[in-house]
């Protein structure tokens, strides 16, 4: 009897210890609920831009009739024609080709002729109504490779714009390109695409630029979480690609600091007002100063600390 109650009770523990192993395994070897990941949608614009084929980590197709495409937050994106590929940048609501190229220049080499090559592509030959890349134009593309900052850049191109079905047979001038892409950049500018929400603590603060070179004057104000407005601005307009630029304490060289808007010289500026908004990839915590900055020769023409 007392053998029977001893094995009754080594079962009961053994039973009761396996129980317990296979509750702490399961426990241990269970995993968290994977997080769900958000699909955004953005929009390629020279002006909306049908039929572009693009390519993400986790997302790829061809941009609609609204220009948009999806992609995941930090991705990079990819924009191609048949075999013409753009250079990847950062996936955004809005890419333009002022983001393809990483500049602020509407003049540079490489963003004029691909201003150029869209619109010339366009089926229709409006630019103002949409651009719509046909099919027959990736396959015609497909084995072609372009250098945007060629100078024989007309000449690669001029074969598939004159079999690519599209109204106009010849590339469109630079003006009229230039001409039609500002005109989108101001809607842009107007647009919910970049309207910014008022959440950061440094809204309202402000500073007045110090004059270094090129009679540079006037005030900074952050106005919301993307936005700055000069106002009083004056400049004589001198010195080669001039622009305003970010940074903090004041490290314009480094390569962190950043332009923000377009080219300013070339004009001069009497008591005026600019309104800039922060580049997509940046934000208020990116910068505590602006400065006129002069990139050819990394000279500070003027500098202002934002302050409450």
Known sequence: MTYKLLLSST????????????????????????????????????????GLNYKTASQSGQTNELGEFSFQADEMITFSIGAIELPSTLAALYITPLEVYQTNNINQIEVVNLLR????????GDASNGIEITESVHQLAANLSIDFSA???????????????????????VTMAIEHFQLTLNQISNDNLTRCTT??????HSGFFNTFHHNVSGKATIIDDCTIEITQFSYDGGGPDVYFYGAIDHQYAESAAFAIGQQINGQS??????????PQNKSLD??????????????NFGQMEFTQ
Not at 117 to 124: A, V, W
């Open 11 to 50: 079962l009961v523990i053994l039973l009761t210890a396996c129980g317990s192993d296979d509750k702490s395994t399961e426990q241990q070897t269970s995993l968290p609920p994977t997080p769900s990941v958000t699909t955004l949608t953005g929009v390629f614009l020279d002006s909306a831009v049908k």
């Open 151 to 173: 100078t024989d850049f007309e000449q690669q191109i001029a074969e598939l714009i004159s079999l690519s079905g599209a109204a106009n047979q010849e590339l469109v001038p």
């Open 286 to 299: 990116d910068l505590n100063g602006l400065s006129v900055w002069c990139v050819d020769f990394s000279a």
């Open 117 to 124: 090559l869209l619109q010339s592509l366009d089926l229709d």
């Open 269 to 278: 500026y009497d008591n005026a007002s600019i309104t800039l908004k922060l």
């Open 199 to 204: 959440t950061h603590g440094k809204i309202g």
